[in-house]
Nanobody, 114 residues
Framework: QVQLVESGGGLVQAGGSLRLSCAASGNTFSIKLMAWCRQVPGKQRELVAGISSGGITNYAESVKGRFTISRDAAKNTWYLQMNSLKPEDTAVYYC????????WGQGTQVTVSS
């Protein structure tokens, strides 16, 4: 059993930065994949960035070069550093972990104003 609690969303101007955090508790040794997804009303939820327990990363083409996913094993936490934010990045962001069972955070709103 794994529980995920995310934080760090908010309102930021275009060109600014935010860092999202996802804190895991429970059987954290079992987590093999950590990721961030986002969803806009009326559209499918999309993968933004993922990192495996072995450190292999994957990014959506739209965020390459701007976003970075990282993890801190000592804190059982992973992060999404978002730089050079654009209005089209506005969405609800969800953290995700797989054991390979799927676990989701509660979602946090990110709004980027132009």
């Amino acid at each position: 059993q794994v529980q995920l609690v995310e934080s760090g969303g908010g309102l930021v101007q275009a060109g600014g930065s935010l860092r999202l955090s996802c804190a895991a508790s429970g059987n954290t040794f079992s987590i093999k994949l950590m990721a961030w997804c986002r969803q806009v009303p009326g559209k499918q939820r999309e993968l933004v960035a993922g990192i495996s327990s072995g450190g292999i990363t994957n990014y959506a083409e739209s965020v390459k070069g701007r976003f970075t996913i990282s993890r801190d094993a000592a804190k059982n936490t992973w992060y999404l550093q978002m730089n050079s934010l654009k209005p089209e990045d506005t969405a609800v962001y969800y953290c995700f972990g797989a054991t390979p069972l799927n676990y989701w955070g509660q979602g946090t709103q990110v709004t980027v104003s132009s």
